[in-house]
Each structure stands twice: as C-alpha cells, then as structure tokens.
C-alpha cells in the first residue's frame, strides 16, 4: 500500500514538473524579450540610435541597399524627383531628397524607420487619408538593412543637420 501512494505521487508531481519546466523556460523567454526592449530603448534615450552615420560598414551596406531598392525613387545622389513639392497628376507627392536639402532630416529615427518599414501609414506617419506611392519595405528588408539605408542616408548630410536631427531623435524618443 505505501508503495502505491508513493508511485502515484510520483505520477502526480511529473506533470507539475514539466509545467514549472515550461513557466521557467516561458519566464527566461520573457526576461530575455524585455532585456533587448531595455537595450534598445535606452540607446534611444541615450540619443544613440541603431543608424550610425560614423560605422563605415553599416554606412557602406546602407549606400548598396539604398542603392538596389531607393534610388529609383529617391534618386542616386539622394535628390528625390523632380518639383518633389508639387502634387503629381495623380494626387500624390513625388518622392522628395534625402540629401540636407529635402525634409527627411526634420523626422526622428522612428519616424524614418517605420516610413521606410511599413510606408506612409496615414493617421501614423502621414494625414489622415494620404496615399503615397511609397511602398512599405518591412517584407522585402530585414531592420538592420533599413538602419543602414539610413546610417547612409544621414551620412550625407552636414554636421549641423546630422546634430538637429540626433536632437529630435532624442527628444522623440523622451516622450
């Protein structure tokens, strides 16, 4: 008889194990998820980002992915399409510079990340109702391509604007 109530404890407590098994492993999970949260928000409060316009290889990597999937657009040189503030007959805007002389250097890295990852999303990163011919490039590039399409992009602009835009970076991100 007692070695029956000890075999069936032990049957009893083998599935409460593998559950505590997986808690621990789904808890580990879960802390390992929040740690890279952590780390990336603090670089973002730190005014740090993950586009680094002084990291030659990401600079490098950026200009050749710019290069394959921006230029189209965006133009070679970063110098956006022609009358790039005028309405085209469709309605919509063509696609302006990302040299210092068009506006991409007035948006935080956010901003200029999830333009280039998901598009012109309107109500998030355009008016309300906008269309845009800016395609979203979340299923075409992986996140590092994009931050280093954009280490490329702000490479080319001035110290003083790369100084503004880190600013409003850094601010965006304090909210």
């Known amino acids: 008889m007692h070695e029956e109530r000890n075999e069936i404890a032990t049957q009893d407590s083998a599935p409460s194990s593998a559950v505590r098994n997986r808690v621990g492993v789904g808890l580990l999970a879960a802390s390992f998820a929040f740690l ?80 280039t990852k998901y598009s012109l999303v309107p109500g998030k990163y355009a008016p309300p109702k906008y269309e845009s011919d800016m395609p979203a490039f979340g299923g075409k590039l992986k996140d590092e391509e994009i931050w280093a399409v954009l280490a490329y992009i702000k490479s080319s602009w001035p110290n003083k604007i790369r100084e503004a835009q880190r600013e409003m970076t850094r601010n965006a991100a304090r909210r």
């Open 36 to 115: 890279v949260g952590a780390i990336v928000v603090a670089l973002f409060q730190e005014g740090k980002t993950l586009a680094d316009p002084g990291n030659p290889e990401q600079v490098a990597r950026g200009k050749a992915v710019y290069a394959q999937h921006c230029a189209a657009c965006h133009g070679a040189r970063l110098e956006g399409q022609p009358n790039w503030q005028e309405k085209l007959p469709s309605g919509r805007m063509p696609a302006p510079p990302h040299d210092a002389s068009g506006h991409t250097w007035h948006h935080p890295d956010s901003v200029l990340f999830g333009i």
